[in-house]
């Protein structure tokens, strides 16, 4: 199967680039207007509306679906792939966020208490099932767009 016959390469690095770039643009600006001020590690951080992860990999799925079929395995593949990360960054991930909660108020009661030293872990790892909807969606649009205009 040659992926290259009818579609350039760069279509498909571009709608998969500019998916994830969308995706962390909409976070960076929607944290710079509730915030007030901007933050470079925004930038590259996790979590937050939407899903770069999801919009990625959602992207990945569409771009090879478009140029190799949606009945292919190579499309089951990336479509796989997709659903698992969006599976882990709505749950496991999130989970794991909850968790950090937890032991951050755990660490301000020893710490009350004088016997630990204060530092905290980051909270928001994961995202909420619409973050992870919404990143989908931007990525198949995006990678439309890109692919077949």
């Known amino acids: 199967m040659d992926l290259t016959a009818d579609y350039p390469v ?12 969308c995706a962390q643009s909409i976070k960076v600006i929607r944290n710079v207007v509730h915030r007030r001020r901007f933050n470079a590690r925004w ?8 899903s770069s992860h999801s919009s990625g990999t959602a992207a990945v799925a569409t771009v090879v679906g ?3 079929g949606f009945n292919t395995v190579l499309f089951l593949f990336a479509l796989v792939f997709a659903l698992l990360t969006m599976f882990d960054a709505a749950s496991v ?6 968790q950090a909660v937890i032991m951050n108020r755990m660490i301000d009661e020893i710490y009350a ?8 872990l980051r909270e928001f790892l994961g995202h909420t099932p619409v973050e992870v909807i919404v990143g989908a969606l ?10 077949t205009w």
């Open 10 to 21: 760069g279509r498909a690095y571009l709608a998969v680039a500019l998916a994830w770039i």
């Open 66 to 68: 478009l140029y190799a």
């Open 93 to 98: 991930r999130r989970s794991v966020g909850r």
């Open 43 to 50: 930038i590259i951080d996790t979590g937050g509306m939407p």
């Open 113 to 120: 208490e004088g016997k630990f030293s204060e530092q905290y």
């Open 138 to 147: 931007l990525g198949i649009t995006v990678s439309f767009l890109v692919c």
